[in-house]
DNA sequence: AACGTTCATGTTAAGGTTCACATGAACGTT
DNA sequence: AACGTTCATGTGAACCTTAACATGAACGTT
């Protein structure tokens, strides 16, 4: 009854009095029919509103033009602006996206990880940390589950070249060194910082990045004023609390990334505290927020958009799914710092919490950076 | 060869000595299966890494567990807000999201809607906008072959009742008339607008409940203060450009939404203008940054979430698909005005472009609003 | 010994598309 | 009249899973 209404390539062929065969010749664009022919099937396949069965043909041994994407937190901008640069690749080549978002719940991911197995997907992209998190070695299994059907599959972040995975790897050293040098310039020298979440590769990789630009510049971060924290605001929140509450603040602040970054200014400047005056704050990634933000974040950033680019590219790589390519490739990109209204010149002893003026009215950006990659 | 590798229903009967029916009923949980047997099938599933085909599946009757979901945009911070409210129930039902971004163009809607439809999705969740900005009755045509199907469709925003689509609407009239009332007894009456994009329906809508809102309340808004804009930061910025070169700006400006709003504070603040000091900047929506903003922005708040969550709802609701419930359904949601920083008492005559305090310690907000909705 | 129940098997078919291969008609060229 | 080319048809099979139905073995109960 409900199946009945949908039509079928025996339905168009019947329709135009030709063999199924000719229906499907002119579906797939293969030569061997009269134009003449060709219009008329075209015809009746509008006519009749006929689509061609995608599990039909994925069965058939086509693969689903589809990748899945599993990303740990769709409100965090970082990931909408990747995706963004996943999907702008993918369309061009016919690919959907089949997206997903694990809340960086490993059990989640799990289920991810089945579903897009199980709907025969032509590439997966998945999240950051999602390997390293992964204790029983369930999503090793998957890896290679995909492999096997030269499935390609790209993460970002980790690489791992046991695994028949390709890695989109950001080299954040040398941005974060400038960073660094950044703010000792400005004259800081009791430095705090948000960490980011443990367990996460990414956060591993970010706080050895920074304590080791300090420590080559000859001024090691001090341990104490290392805090806990997370990716999303209320880490930065949460952190800009502590410090406040420290007898002697830091007058610089590294959040683990923009997000923490925005939350600790929103914190601080509740706390009657001026962003840069008072206390400078550096954020990380350049989501596309952190240049409007009031006061605008000088940031480490990332090629997001270029970052999901890379990925989907990856994943139409013949190269990529063919399993004798085992050993895991990596795709570098590099991080950047982009100096904005955030950061400020040290004023030890910040001044008590008296109000004054904010001298933030020229736009002041020292990279050109880049944000427009419209199609 | 390839394909070879990938584990079938036949390969786990042959490794456990069973025949495909068996396992075909442990794989659905069919009843009639000895549990040793149960056991030993899952055994050799797992030993085998066996994933049922959903392709197979699909094509034998079943509903492929996907529903399609196409945003115009998911780097506004609005849509993923409603992503992560459809996705939510959609994973307690087991279904997964086809995610399609169409960047406010038909030609991208449209391959889309044949790429959903060709997979066989067990729903549709569309963009607000999208069957307005239909021109040629393509989009009709593609709901009513969704229909055909029982393939329930969900809209945002525009009510088509002659349509087989259930559509989930926001009513911001007494949010706007609260937000209008909340301008008014600021002081204001020159009070300017940032349009959203022509052609979309929102829009019209928006723009209509605004006006009705101060013609109701007796002050009707200066057409010559309602200007061109869209729904993204640059739209505010351009917005603020042209309020600041007239020869008297207004007082408060209402944006397209909150994204509008940013970019209008952004743009004001560089030309030296405080908010709210010397301007009130009013924004729609409420998405999840509009708190964190320095300054953080009054809005006329859509339960974003819960839209999300209405919709998926909707699509797993059996009534929905059922084509004898022709006539489409609408379920309503209301807006709410949420008063934070952006927005302050008027000062006729805006002072000189000196820069003196800002009262913004305490955080103030005026209603509870609901951003705790994690699962 | 007869009976009913439980568990598993085997057979056959269907779902829509694609592919390989053989067949054949229409046409123009030699 | 023989030949090659182009376009279309027909047959049969494959992809993997599910369903309906008949069959049958093993078991315990009466």
Redesign the pocket.
Known sequence: MS?RS????????RAC?????????V??D?????????L?VRAAMSELD????????T????KNPMVGVIIPSITNPYFPELVRGIEDVARRSGHGLFLCNDDYDDAKAREYFSFIRANNASGLIASPGLVARSVDGEIERQIHAFARRNVPVVFFGEQRPELPVTSIVVDAREATLDAARHLLELGHRRIGMIAPPVGLHVARERVRDVTEAFAALGHPLDSELIVAGGFDIEAGRSGAAVFMALPQMPTAILASNDLAAMGAIAALQEGGLLVPRDVSVLGFDDIPFAKVFQPSITTVAQPIYELGEAAMTAILDPAVGDPTDMPGRSIWLKAELVVRQSTGPCRERPATKRKTARSQNAPREERHDHEDHET
């Open positions: 199946r949908i039509s079928t390539m025996a339905d168009v062929a009095g030709v063999s199924i065969q000719t229906v499907s010749a579906v797939n293969r030569p061997g029919i009269s134009d003449e022919t060709r008329r006929y689509q061609p069965n995608q599990q039909a043909r069965l058939r041994g086509y």
